[in-house]
């Protein structure tokens, strides 16, 4: 059964930064997109970023390009989001998910995490 487990996510003032970890167990990654999304009290849930387990590549949303890196480690079957010079609108549960589709749209994605809440203060 495949499972998703995010962690690093906590408090951290504006300007700081967080290291987030999908953990993914019970099946086999490379033919996935490793997604992350991000839905903050009010609003729907939208695209942050996603790497192509196989080749690594990477895309991200506009609003944290040059700010959150996607990275992941073969041998620990884990996805790391890097975020940078963190905003208070970056203030939302993170969710990490699969997707065999394309990965922009949440609909496509087949498994997901339980969510790891990250809090910017200003």
């Known amino acids: 059964q495949v499972q998703l487990v995010e962690s690093g996510g906590g408090l951290v003032q504006a300007g700081g930064s967080l290291r987030l970890s999908c953990a993914a167990s019970g099946g086999t990654f490379s033919p996935y997109y490793m997604g992350w999304f991000r839905q903050a009290p009010g609003k729907e849930r939208e695209f942050v970023a996603a790497l192509k387990w196989s080749a690594g590549s990477t895309l991200y949303a506009d609003s944290v390009k040059g700010r959150f890196t996607l990275s992941r480690d073969n041998a620990k079957n884990t996805v790391y989001l890097q975020m940078n010079s963190l905003k208070s609108e970056d203030t939302a549960v993170y969710y990490c998910?699969?997707?065999?589709?394309?990965?922009?749209?949440?609909?496509?994605?087949?498994?997901w995490g339980q969510g790891t809440q990250v809090t910017v203060s200003s």
């Open positions: 998910a699969a997707a065999r589709g394309w990965p922009l749209r949440a609909s496509n994605y087949d498994y």
